[in-house]
Protein backbone atom coordinates (compact mmCIF):
# COMPACT_ATOMS: atom_id res chain seq x y z
CA UNK A 1 0.00 0.00 0.00
CA UNK A 2 1.16 3.30 -0.63
CA UNK A 3 3.01 4.91 2.64
CA UNK A 4 4.50 1.92 3.51
CA UNK A 5 7.79 0.43 3.09
CA UNK A 6 8.32 -2.08 1.05
CA UNK A 7 7.91 -5.61 2.80
CA UNK A 8 11.83 -6.40 2.30
CA UNK A 9 13.02 -3.37 4.67
CA UNK A 10 10.42 -3.77 7.48
CA UNK A 11 11.02 -7.66 7.41
CA UNK A 12 14.81 -6.80 7.95
CA UNK A 13 13.78 -4.06 10.94
CA UNK A 14 11.45 -6.42 13.32
CA UNK A 15 14.69 -8.52 14.54
CA UNK A 16 16.51 -5.28 15.50
CA UNK A 17 13.49 -3.49 16.65
CA UNK A 18 12.54 -6.71 19.02
CA UNK A 19 15.80 -7.32 20.20
CA UNK A 20 15.36 -3.59 21.68
CA UNK A 21 12.00 -4.25 23.35
CA UNK A 22 13.21 -7.15 24.95
CA UNK A 23 16.50 -4.67 26.38
CA UNK A 24 14.23 -2.60 27.44
CA UNK A 25 12.21 -5.22 29.06
CA UNK A 26 15.00 -6.43 31.02
CA UNK A 27 16.02 -3.33 32.14
CA UNK A 28 13.05 -2.40 33.74
CA UNK A 29 12.85 -5.74 35.24
CA UNK A 30 16.01 -5.74 36.56
CA UNK A 31 15.66 -1.92 38.24
CA UNK A 32 12.44 -4.03 39.67
CA UNK A 33 13.89 -6.87 41.38
CA UNK A 34 16.92 -4.86 42.49
CA UNK A 35 14.13 -2.70 44.59
CA UNK A 36 12.23 -5.53 45.74
CA UNK A 37 15.23 -7.36 46.87
CA UNK A 38 16.71 -4.95 49.03
CA UNK A 39 13.29 -3.96 50.54
CA UNK A 40 12.56 -7.79 50.99
CA UNK A 41 16.30 -8.10 52.90
CA UNK A 42 14.49 -5.90 55.48
CA UNK A 43 11.46 -8.50 56.31
CA UNK A 44 12.44 -10.83 59.14
CA UNK A 45 14.06 -14.03 57.98
CA UNK A 46 12.98 -17.73 58.66
CA UNK A 47 15.78 -17.91 60.97
CA UNK A 48 15.39 -14.70 62.99
CA UNK A 49 11.41 -14.39 63.04
CA UNK A 50 9.52 -15.62 66.26
CA UNK A 51 7.83 -18.86 65.70
CA UNK A 52 4.16 -18.61 63.88
CA UNK A 53 1.62 -18.22 65.98
CA UNK A 54 -1.60 -20.26 65.15
CA UNK A 55 -4.58 -18.35 65.96
CA UNK A 56 -7.91 -20.61 66.23
CA UNK A 57 -10.85 -19.26 63.92
CA UNK A 58 -12.64 -16.10 65.49
CA UNK A 59 -15.77 -17.22 67.33
CA UNK A 60 -18.93 -15.94 66.72
CA UNK A 61 -17.79 -14.60 63.12
CA UNK A 62 -15.99 -12.14 64.55
CA UNK A 63 -12.77 -10.86 62.91
CA UNK A 64 -9.47 -11.99 63.01
CA UNK A 65 -6.52 -10.03 64.67
CA UNK A 66 -4.68 -8.60 61.09
CA UNK A 67 -8.45 -7.93 60.47
CA UNK A 68 -8.80 -5.86 63.37
CA UNK A 69 -5.45 -3.93 62.61
CA UNK A 70 -6.25 -3.37 59.24
CA UNK A 71 -9.24 -1.44 59.56
CA UNK A 72 -7.80 0.50 62.27
CA UNK A 73 -4.65 1.43 60.63
CA UNK A 74 -6.92 2.04 57.25
CA UNK A 75 -9.35 4.28 59.51
CA UNK A 76 -6.77 6.16 61.42
CA UNK A 77 -7.13 5.03 64.87
CA UNK A 78 -5.33 3.26 66.86
CA UNK A 79 -4.79 -0.28 66.94
CA UNK A 80 -3.81 -3.12 69.66
CA UNK A 81 -0.59 -3.80 69.67
CA UNK A 82 -0.94 -7.83 69.58
CA UNK A 83 -3.21 -6.72 66.51
CA UNK A 84 -0.55 -4.86 64.81
CA UNK A 85 2.25 -7.63 65.76
CA UNK A 86 -0.80 -10.40 64.17
CA UNK A 87 -0.95 -7.84 61.08
CA UNK A 88 2.52 -7.56 60.23
CA UNK A 89 3.64 -10.79 60.24
CA UNK A 90 0.58 -11.81 57.91
CA UNK A 91 1.56 -9.08 54.97
CA UNK A 92 5.66 -9.81 55.63
CA UNK A 93 4.79 -13.42 54.92
CA UNK A 94 2.28 -12.76 52.20
CA UNK A 95 4.77 -10.24 50.24
CA UNK A 96 7.60 -12.81 50.14
CA UNK A 97 5.39 -14.72 47.83
CA UNK A 98 4.00 -11.76 46.14
CA UNK A 99 6.65 -8.78 45.93
CA UNK A 100 4.67 -6.44 43.93
CA UNK A 101 1.40 -5.73 45.67
CA UNK A 102 2.01 -2.38 46.15
CA UNK A 103 -1.22 -2.23 47.91
CA UNK A 104 -0.30 -4.81 50.69
CA UNK A 105 3.58 -2.85 50.87
CA UNK A 106 1.48 0.37 51.52
CA UNK A 107 -0.81 -1.33 54.45
CA UNK A 108 2.80 -2.76 55.77
CA UNK A 109 4.36 0.74 56.19
CA UNK A 110 1.47 1.93 57.55
CA UNK A 111 1.30 -0.91 60.46
CA UNK A 112 6.00 -0.28 60.99
CA UNK A 113 5.02 3.45 61.92
CA UNK A 114 1.96 2.74 64.13
CA UNK A 115 4.10 -0.16 65.77
CA UNK A 116 7.03 2.07 66.50
CA UNK A 117 4.78 5.14 67.23
CA UNK A 118 3.46 2.74 70.31
CA UNK A 119 6.17 1.38 71.21
CA UNK A 120 8.80 4.45 70.72
CA UNK A 121 11.07 2.00 68.82
CA UNK A 122 12.45 4.07 65.93
CA UNK A 123 13.92 1.01 64.20
CA UNK A 124 10.58 0.53 63.02
CA UNK A 125 10.55 3.85 60.78
CA UNK A 126 13.41 2.77 58.57
CA UNK A 127 11.16 -0.14 58.03
CA UNK A 128 8.24 1.59 57.30
CA UNK A 129 10.01 4.47 54.61
CA UNK A 130 11.14 1.48 52.58
CA UNK A 131 7.79 -0.39 52.55
CA UNK A 132 5.80 2.76 51.48
CA UNK A 133 8.68 3.48 48.96
CA UNK A 134 8.22 0.20 47.59
CA UNK A 135 4.50 0.66 47.33
CA UNK A 136 5.07 4.02 45.53
CA UNK A 137 7.26 1.81 42.99
CA UNK A 138 5.23 -1.01 42.18
CA UNK A 139 2.48 1.19 42.65
CA UNK A 140 2.82 4.49 41.49
CA UNK A 141 -0.06 6.20 40.37
CA UNK A 142 -2.82 6.98 42.29
CA UNK A 143 -1.86 5.27 45.50
CA UNK A 144 -3.19 7.86 47.93
CA UNK A 145 -2.68 5.56 50.97
CA UNK A 146 1.01 4.86 50.53
CA UNK A 147 1.13 8.63 50.38
CA UNK A 148 -0.85 9.21 53.33
CA UNK A 149 2.08 6.07 55.02
CA UNK A 150 4.51 8.16 53.97
CA UNK A 151 2.43 11.77 56.10
CA UNK A 152 2.20 9.92 59.31
CA UNK A 153 5.80 8.48 59.24
CA UNK A 154 7.22 12.11 58.68
CA UNK A 155 4.56 13.21 61.67
CA UNK A 156 5.95 10.13 64.44
CA UNK A 157 9.71 11.32 63.47
CA UNK A 158 8.19 15.23 64.02
CA UNK A 159 9.05 16.18 60.60
CA UNK A 160 6.65 18.41 60.19
CA UNK A 161 7.66 20.00 56.53
CA UNK A 162 8.04 16.38 54.89
CA UNK A 163 4.19 15.58 56.64
CA UNK A 164 2.64 18.79 55.34
CA UNK A 165 4.53 17.75 51.48
CA UNK A 166 2.86 14.13 51.80
CA UNK A 167 0.18 14.77 52.99
CA UNK A 168 -0.96 17.91 50.17
CA UNK A 169 0.25 15.16 47.32
CA UNK A 170 -2.11 12.83 48.72
CA UNK A 171 -4.72 15.23 49.16
CA UNK A 172 -4.19 16.31 44.99
CA UNK A 173 -4.77 12.27 43.98
CA UNK A 174 -7.57 12.28 46.21
CA UNK A 175 -9.17 15.48 47.64
CA UNK A 176 -12.30 13.52 49.37
CA UNK A 177 -9.99 11.12 51.14
CA UNK A 178 -10.88 12.26 54.67
CA UNK A 179 -8.04 9.83 56.63
CA UNK A 180 -5.32 12.23 55.05
CA UNK A 181 -6.97 15.80 56.69
CA UNK A 182 -5.79 14.49 60.14
CA UNK A 183 -2.48 14.10 59.13
CA UNK A 184 -2.36 17.69 57.68
CA UNK A 185 -3.46 19.23 60.79
CA UNK A 186 -0.57 17.53 62.88
CA UNK A 187 1.76 18.71 60.21
CA UNK A 188 0.77 22.32 60.21
CA UNK A 189 -0.08 22.49 64.16
CA UNK A 190 3.62 21.41 64.61
CA UNK A 191 4.82 24.03 61.65
CA UNK A 192 3.01 26.45 63.84
CA UNK A 193 0.78 27.15 61.10
CA UNK A 194 -2.76 27.12 63.05
CA UNK A 195 -4.94 29.01 60.14
CA UNK A 196 -4.40 26.37 57.54
CA UNK A 197 -4.97 23.45 60.77
CA UNK A 198 -8.18 25.13 61.25
CA UNK A 199 -9.34 24.86 57.77
CA UNK A 200 -8.15 22.00 57.40
CA UNK A 201 -10.07 20.54 60.22
CA UNK A 202 -13.30 22.65 58.89
CA UNK A 203 -12.97 20.49 55.47
CA UNK A 204 -12.69 17.09 57.78
CA UNK A 205 -15.43 18.23 59.28
CA UNK A 206 -17.33 18.66 55.94
CA UNK A 207 -16.40 15.10 54.91
CA UNK A 208 -16.39 13.16 58.02
CA UNK A 209 -18.50 14.99 60.41
CA UNK A 210 -19.39 13.08 63.64
CA UNK A 211 -17.25 10.17 63.69
CA UNK A 212 -15.05 9.72 66.60
CA UNK A 213 -11.62 10.20 65.18
CA UNK A 214 -12.84 13.68 63.48
CA UNK A 215 -13.97 15.09 66.89
CA UNK A 216 -10.46 13.89 69.31
CA UNK A 217 -9.10 15.90 65.69
CA UNK A 218 -11.11 18.42 66.28
CA UNK A 219 -10.67 18.50 70.41
CA UNK A 220 -6.39 18.92 69.76
CA UNK A 221 -7.47 21.98 67.56
CA UNK A 222 -9.89 23.65 70.44
CA UNK A 223 -7.32 23.03 72.66
CA UNK A 224 -4.62 24.72 70.57
CA UNK A 225 -7.04 27.43 70.49
CA UNK A 226 -7.44 27.94 74.35
CA UNK A 227 -11.20 26.41 74.26
CA UNK A 228 -10.66 23.95 77.01
CA UNK A 229 -13.99 23.43 77.72
CA UNK A 230 -14.97 22.44 74.11
CA UNK A 231 -12.52 20.34 73.68
CA UNK A 232 -12.85 18.42 76.63
CA UNK A 233 -16.66 18.07 75.91
CA UNK A 234 -16.10 16.89 72.56
CA UNK A 235 -12.92 13.93 73.60
CA UNK A 236 -15.77 12.64 75.86
CA UNK A 237 -18.12 12.54 72.96
CA UNK A 238 -15.53 10.54 70.92
CA UNK A 239 -14.79 8.61 73.38
CA UNK A 240 -18.51 7.42 74.00
CA UNK A 241 -18.56 6.80 69.97
CA UNK A 242 -15.39 4.75 69.58
CA UNK A 243 -16.07 1.25 67.93
CA UNK A 244 -12.67 -0.41 70.21
CA UNK A 245 -11.77 -0.49 73.41
CA UNK A 246 -8.22 0.82 72.42
CA UNK A 247 -10.02 3.71 70.19
CA UNK A 248 -11.85 4.37 72.86
CA UNK A 249 -8.49 4.48 75.53
CA UNK A 250 -6.55 6.87 73.36
CA UNK A 251 -9.51 9.13 73.90
CA UNK A 252 -9.61 8.71 77.39
CA UNK A 253 -5.87 9.61 77.07
CA UNK A 254 -6.20 12.18 75.42
CA UNK A 255 -8.80 14.11 78.13
CA UNK A 256 -6.50 13.09 80.69
CA UNK A 257 -4.04 15.43 79.48
CA UNK A 258 -6.43 17.80 79.02
CA UNK A 259 -7.55 17.50 82.68
CA UNK A 260 -4.35 17.73 83.64
CA UNK A 261 -3.16 20.84 81.76
CA UNK A 262 -6.50 22.62 83.48
CA UNK A 263 -5.46 21.54 87.03
CA UNK A 264 -8.14 18.87 87.41
CA UNK A 265 -6.07 16.09 88.73
CA UNK A 266 -9.06 14.10 90.12
CA UNK A 267 -10.23 13.83 86.57
CA UNK A 268 -6.95 13.54 85.09
CA UNK A 269 -6.22 10.30 86.77
CA UNK A 270 -9.68 8.93 86.62
CA UNK A 271 -9.25 9.41 82.57
CA UNK A 272 -5.60 8.22 83.19
CA UNK A 273 -6.97 5.09 84.94
CA UNK A 274 -10.14 4.47 82.43
CA UNK A 275 -7.61 4.76 79.45
CA UNK A 276 -5.57 1.60 81.30
CA UNK A 277 -8.20 -0.19 82.18
CA UNK A 278 -9.68 -0.37 78.51
CA UNK A 279 -5.97 -0.61 76.81
CA UNK A 280 -3.22 -2.03 79.26
CA UNK A 281 -0.89 -1.02 76.48
CA UNK A 282 -1.74 2.48 76.63
CA UNK A 283 1.42 3.92 77.47
CA UNK A 284 1.00 7.17 77.38
CA UNK A 285 -1.94 7.09 79.96
CA UNK A 286 0.43 4.83 82.31
CA UNK A 287 2.88 8.00 82.24
CA UNK A 288 -0.04 10.63 82.81
CA UNK A 289 -0.56 8.43 85.69
CA UNK A 290 2.95 8.92 87.38
CA UNK A 291 2.87 13.12 86.24
CA UNK A 292 -1.00 13.22 88.44
CA UNK A 293 0.49 11.49 91.44
CA UNK A 294 3.88 13.02 91.77
CA UNK A 295 2.02 16.00 92.11
CA UNK A 296 0.15 14.62 94.54
CA UNK A 297 3.06 13.67 96.68
CA UNK A 298 2.27 10.11 95.69
CA UNK A 299 5.97 9.77 95.17
CA UNK A 300 6.59 5.57 94.95
CA UNK A 301 3.12 5.25 92.73
CA UNK A 302 4.66 7.96 90.30
CA UNK A 303 8.21 6.10 90.33
CA UNK A 304 5.81 2.90 89.17
CA UNK A 305 3.95 4.33 86.54
CA UNK A 306 6.39 6.13 85.20
CA UNK A 307 8.82 3.14 85.04
CA UNK A 308 6.37 0.68 83.37
CA UNK A 309 5.55 3.56 80.63
CA UNK A 310 9.60 3.25 80.17
CA UNK A 311 9.72 -0.32 80.25
CA UNK A 312 7.44 -0.51 77.10
CA UNK A 313 7.38 2.99 75.90
CA UNK A 314 10.49 3.93 76.39
CA UNK A 315 9.90 8.44 75.13
CA UNK A 316 12.89 10.82 76.25
CA UNK A 317 10.28 12.66 77.60
CA UNK A 318 8.68 10.32 80.21
CA UNK A 319 12.49 9.71 81.26
CA UNK A 320 12.77 13.73 81.68
CA UNK A 321 10.04 14.32 83.94
CA UNK A 322 11.13 10.83 85.69
CA UNK A 323 14.24 12.42 86.18
CA UNK A 324 12.62 15.46 87.54
CA UNK A 325 10.48 13.90 90.20
CA UNK A 326 14.11 12.40 91.34
CA UNK A 327 15.81 15.56 91.78
CA UNK A 328 12.65 17.29 93.38
CA UNK A 329 13.25 14.64 96.52
CA UNK A 330 16.53 14.76 96.45
CA UNK A 331 17.82 11.64 94.62
CA UNK A 332 20.07 13.13 92.12
CA UNK A 333 22.17 9.90 91.24
CA UNK A 334 18.65 8.33 90.23
CA UNK A 335 18.22 12.07 88.36
CA UNK A 336 21.01 11.52 86.29
CA UNK A 337 20.04 8.13 85.69
CA UNK A 338 17.12 8.46 83.51
CA UNK A 339 19.15 11.83 82.17
CA UNK A 340 21.40 9.41 80.64
CA UNK A 341 18.46 7.46 79.41
CA UNK A 342 16.98 10.39 77.95
CA UNK A 343 20.28 11.47 75.84
CA UNK A 344 20.35 7.20 74.84
CA UNK A 345 16.91 7.82 73.86
CA UNK A 346 17.27 10.79 71.79
CA UNK A 347 20.28 8.95 69.97
CA UNK A 348 18.57 5.59 68.86
CA UNK A 349 15.62 8.45 67.49
CA UNK A 350 17.57 9.64 65.23
CA UNK A 351 19.16 6.85 64.35
CA UNK A 352 15.85 6.02 62.69
CA UNK A 353 15.56 9.00 61.45
CA UNK A 354 12.94 10.93 64.01
CA UNK A 355 13.67 14.10 65.78
CA UNK A 356 13.90 14.67 69.01
CA UNK A 357 15.19 17.77 69.52
CA UNK A 358 12.44 19.48 71.06
CA UNK A 359 12.92 17.36 73.87
CA UNK A 360 16.31 17.56 73.79
CA UNK A 361 16.83 21.29 73.99
CA UNK A 362 14.29 21.28 77.01
CA UNK A 363 16.41 19.04 79.05
CA UNK A 364 19.93 20.86 78.12
CA UNK A 365 18.31 24.22 79.04
CA UNK A 366 17.48 22.88 82.36
CA UNK A 367 20.05 20.48 83.78
CA UNK A 368 22.73 20.76 81.17
CA UNK A 369 24.19 22.77 78.15
CA UNK A 370 22.17 26.00 77.66
CA UNK A 371 23.94 27.01 74.75
CA UNK A 372 23.51 23.98 73.36
CA UNK A 373 20.35 23.91 74.10
CA UNK A 374 20.04 27.41 71.82
CA UNK A 375 21.89 26.09 68.84
CA UNK A 376 19.51 23.08 69.11
CA UNK A 377 16.29 25.06 69.16
CA UNK A 378 17.67 27.52 66.75
CA UNK A 379 17.89 25.04 64.15
CA UNK A 380 14.44 23.50 65.16
CA UNK A 381 13.03 27.00 64.96
CA UNK A 382 14.18 27.54 61.34
CA UNK A 383 12.65 23.97 60.37
CA UNK A 384 9.16 23.92 61.73
CA UNK A 385 8.42 27.45 64.00
CA UNK A 386 6.10 25.37 65.94
CA UNK A 387 4.50 26.95 69.51
CA UNK A 388 6.35 24.33 71.63
CA UNK A 389 9.45 25.36 69.61
CA UNK A 390 8.89 29.06 70.48
CA UNK A 391 8.61 28.44 74.05
CA UNK A 392 11.56 26.28 74.26
CA UNK A 393 14.00 28.38 72.57
CA UNK A 394 12.79 31.57 74.94
CA UNK A 395 13.28 29.95 77.59
CA UNK A 396 17.12 28.30 76.82
CA UNK A 397 17.53 32.35 75.64
CA UNK A 398 16.68 33.41 78.95
CA UNK A 399 18.62 30.65 80.64
CA UNK A 400 21.54 31.71 78.84
CA UNK A 401 21.02 35.39 79.65
CA UNK A 402 19.91 36.72 76.69
CA UNK A 403 16.38 37.82 77.93
CA UNK A 404 15.68 40.14 75.76
CA UNK A 405 15.55 37.87 72.62
CA UNK A 406 13.92 35.38 74.59
CA UNK A 407 10.89 37.70 75.87
CA UNK A 408 10.17 37.64 71.83
CA UNK A 409 9.83 33.76 71.87
CA UNK A 410 7.91 33.79 74.69
CA UNK A 411 5.63 36.36 73.81
CA UNK A 412 5.21 34.23 70.78
CA UNK A 413 4.35 30.80 72.60
CA UNK A 414 1.81 33.11 74.83
CA UNK A 415 0.11 34.80 72.03
CA UNK A 416 -3.48 34.62 71.77
CA UNK A 417 -3.98 35.95 68.73
CA UNK A 418 -1.03 34.96 65.91
CA UNK A 419 -0.25 31.86 67.90
CA UNK A 420 -2.11 28.95 68.94
CA UNK A 421 -3.94 30.27 71.85
CA UNK A 422 -3.15 27.37 73.82
CA UNK A 423 -3.18 28.04 77.93
CA UNK A 424 -0.26 26.59 78.97
CA UNK A 425 1.21 26.70 82.34
CA UNK A 426 4.86 26.17 81.79
CA UNK A 427 4.45 28.38 78.84
CA UNK A 428 3.36 31.51 81.13
CA UNK A 429 5.60 30.46 84.05
CA UNK A 430 8.40 30.61 81.38
CA UNK A 431 7.55 34.25 80.02
CA UNK A 432 6.71 35.92 83.50
CA UNK A 433 10.61 34.87 84.80
CA UNK A 434 11.79 35.86 81.58
CA UNK A 435 9.83 39.42 82.23
CA UNK A 436 11.10 39.38 85.88
CA UNK A 437 14.75 39.23 84.86
CA UNK A 438 14.33 42.21 82.67
CA UNK A 439 12.34 44.14 85.38
CA UNK A 440 8.77 44.27 84.42
CA UNK A 441 7.11 43.01 87.39
CA UNK A 442 3.63 43.76 86.58
CA UNK A 443 3.59 41.61 83.57
CA UNK A 444 6.07 39.35 85.75
CA UNK A 445 3.52 39.04 88.48
CA UNK A 446 0.44 38.46 85.55
CA UNK A 447 1.71 35.63 83.89
CA UNK A 448 3.53 33.75 87.06
CA UNK A 449 -0.27 34.15 88.65
CA UNK A 450 -1.87 33.34 85.12
CA UNK A 451 0.42 29.73 85.20
CA UNK A 452 -0.26 28.66 88.68
CA UNK A 453 -3.82 29.65 88.26
CA UNK A 454 -4.22 27.44 85.02
CA UNK A 455 -2.32 24.25 86.99
CA UNK A 456 -0.77 24.81 90.55
CA UNK A 457 0.86 21.46 90.14
CA UNK A 458 2.41 21.83 86.39
CA UNK A 459 5.75 21.21 86.90
CA UNK A 460 7.49 19.44 90.06
CA UNK A 461 10.43 21.69 89.59
CA UNK A 462 8.72 24.96 88.00
CA UNK A 463 5.65 25.45 89.85
CA UNK A 464 7.63 25.96 93.37
CA UNK A 465 9.83 28.45 91.42
CA UNK A 466 7.00 30.41 90.56
CA UNK A 467 6.02 30.63 93.86
CA UNK A 468 9.16 31.78 94.66
CA UNK A 469 9.41 34.44 92.18
CA UNK A 470 5.96 35.62 92.92
CA UNK A 471 6.97 36.20 96.65
CA UNK A 472 9.72 37.22 95.21
CA UNK A 473 7.71 40.43 94.01
CA UNK A 474 5.57 40.93 96.59
CA UNK A 475 2.73 42.87 96.04
CA UNK A 476 1.78 45.27 93.71
CA UNK A 477 1.72 48.68 94.73
CA UNK A 478 -2.06 49.93 95.59
CA UNK A 479 -1.25 53.48 94.92
CA UNK A 480 -0.55 53.10 91.10
CA UNK A 481 -4.00 52.29 88.75
CA UNK A 482 -4.25 48.43 87.53
CA UNK A 483 -2.52 48.62 84.50
CA UNK A 484 0.16 50.79 86.12
CA UNK A 485 2.33 48.04 88.34
CA UNK A 486 5.96 48.18 87.00
CA UNK A 487 8.67 50.25 84.82
CA UNK A 488 7.07 48.06 81.85
CA UNK A 489 4.70 50.46 82.00
CA UNK A 490 6.91 53.55 80.68
CA UNK A 491 7.90 51.74 77.81
Known amino acids: MDGQPPTSVTSSRRPALAGRVVRRLLLVAAVVCVTLGATLLLL??????????VHP???????????????????????????????????????????????????????????GRRTAQAA??????????????TLPKNNAEALDGLAALANARRDFPAARKWGETALKQAPKRWTTYPLLIDAYTGLGDYKKARSTLDKLMALHKGRPVTLAQAAAVYRDRGWREDAAATLTEAAAGARTPVEQASYQEQAGQLAWERGDTTEALRRFGEAVRLDPDQWAARAGQGRVLAAL????????????????????????????????????????????????RVGAAAAGGADEELVLGQFEADHGDPESAVRRLRAEWRRQPGIAVADALGWALHRTGEDEEALKFAGIATDKVHGGGVRSALYAYHRGVIEQRLDRPGSARRHLQDAL??????????????????????EPDASLPPDVK??????
Open 57 to 115: APAHGAPASGALALAAVRGGVPAALPDLTALIGQRETYLRVHPKDGASWAVLGAAYVER
Open 453 to 474: RINPDFSLLGAPAARAALAKLG
Open 486 to 491: GPESKR
Open 297 to 344: GRTAEAVAAYRAALARQPLPQYALELGELYESVGLADKAREQYDLLRA
Open 124 to 137: YYPRAEQALRTSMS
Open 44 to 53: PTATTRRPAV
